[in-house]
């Protein structure tokens, strides 16, 4: 090739390649906006804090069945909706008011009661008085999407499972020991004047895995906590008396702890963000403009292990997703070249904001491993998460 040809070559390269360096936000328009959340404030699940917990006091009564979806939860639930539909709006996706066009929002929920409560109260918020329905499965049947390892949607190993979780935690003794002054923290909120308030074991099931020990116990318990505060219970119900914000935040690395085991270990992220995530590319690519994939942390933080990103906000610990709680992924395109990206962001209120109904809201860029500072082209991004993803 004559260096005359060479020089034209470059010509046509160097501005195509110094154009998608420089792309920043003003030059994008949202296309499509999936949004992958956790249901809202409930009561305790059955056995979240495990038989043989001991505890100086009764624990306060809720004033809905366990695993209900709160009306305080569901209050909360129709205040984040309406600022989500400013977002939409906003970005010029949909409208700020009104009823969406047939076909341009879904709205989609697991079969869990309280998933399916919480997209309802969610559509309140978002649509009020308009015909959008939540499309969910009947009990009891699994949904893949949101519960892959019960709906055997992959081909998923217990061993091989097993294997990687001790390779990415070190193995639950490093995870005690790691731990310890967080559950130094709990005994004393539990004031059970012994050294250690909780159940010698416990061990759940779940296709094949069990857990068991401190931090299988602690986790539940944390987690009842910080329920406690949300759901404004007075401050002398919440732990006894015996723990602030500051406090729930620190407990909130044992709850976090449940999902450094069952979800962002490599293994369990690609499987346990499966279905979840080709739903995900299927709509960014020829979806509706938006769509709610209500379900549960376990489906966030996969999410999030499976985009290789971590999920830190005010009030909580890293990767402890607060009720309603969610990843907005949106695919956006450059309206100078029509090359298409995408963009990620961590979607939360903080401990006050719910627990006062506040309608306060933190979007926070979640940086994709791989991509620039700004947004990752949608090709690459679309081929190397689909990589991810176990079969």
């Given amino acids: 090739m ?7 070559v470059l010509a046509l390269l160097i501005p195509a390649a110094a154009h998608s360096a420089h792309t920043t936000p003003s030059d994008l328009v949202t296309e499509r906006v999936v949004l992958v959340m956790r249901h809202g404030i409930r009561a305790p699940l059955e056995g979240e804090v495990p038989e043989g917990t001991r505890s100086e006091r009764p624990w306060p009564v809720w004033s809905v069945a366990q695993s209900v979806v709160t009306p305080h939860g569901e209050r909360a639930l129709e205040i984040v909706a309406e600022t989500d539909r400013r977002l939409l709006a906003s970005r010029g996706l949909l409208d700020a008011a009104g009823c969406p066009k047939a076909g341009s929002a879904s709205i989609v929920a697991n079969t869990s009661p309280r998933a399916i409560a919480s997209a309802v109260a969610y559509v309140r918020g978002f649509a009020p008085q308009c015909d959008l329905k939540v499309l969910h499965l009947e009990e009891p049947q699994a949904d893949p999407i949101f519960e892959p390892l019960r709906a055997k949607a992959t081909a998923f190993n ?49 296709h094949d895995i ?90 966030v933080t996969a999410l ?85 993803l176990a079969k």
């Fill in 2 to 8: 004559t260096v005359r040809a060479i020089l034209a």
């Fill in 158 to 206: 217990a061993d091989a499972a097993v294997a990687d979780i001790n390779r990415s935690t070190g193995g639950m003794a490093r995870l005690v020991a790691r731990d310890r002054k967080e559950l130094a923290l709990l005994n004393g909120v539990l004031g059970c004047g012994r050294d250690d308030c909780l159940p010698p074991a416990i061990a759940t099931r779940g």
């Fill in 210 to 299: 069990a857990l068991s020990g401190p931090i299988r116990s602690a986790s539940g318990i944390a987690q009842v906590l910080l329920l406690q505060y949300l759901e404004g219970m007075p401050a002398e119900q919440v732990g006894w008396g015996r723990i602030d914000a500051a406090g729930l935040q620190r407990l909130g690395r044992l709850h976090a702890d449940l999902f450094t085991v069952y979800t962002r270990p490599p293994y369990m992220a690609a499987h346990q963000a499966s279905a979840l995530g080709r739903r995900i590319l299927d709509t960014l690519d020829h979806g509706p403009a938006f769509e709610l994939l209500m379900g549960h942390d376990t489906n």
């Fill in 304 to 388: 999030a292990a499976a985009l290789g990103v971590d999920l830190r906000a005010e009030g909580y610990a890293t990767n402890d997703v607060p009720p309603g709680g969610a990843i907005l992924i949106e695919r956006l395109r450059d309206v100078r070249s029509g090359l298409r990206y995408v963009r990620a962001s961590y979607r939360t209120q903080s401990p006050e904001a719910l627990r006062e109904l506040g309608a306060q809201v933190s979007l926070t860029p979640l940086r994709i491993p791989g991509c620039a500072k700004g947004p990752c082209r949608y090709d690459a991004f679309a081929a190397a998460f689909a990589q991810r």
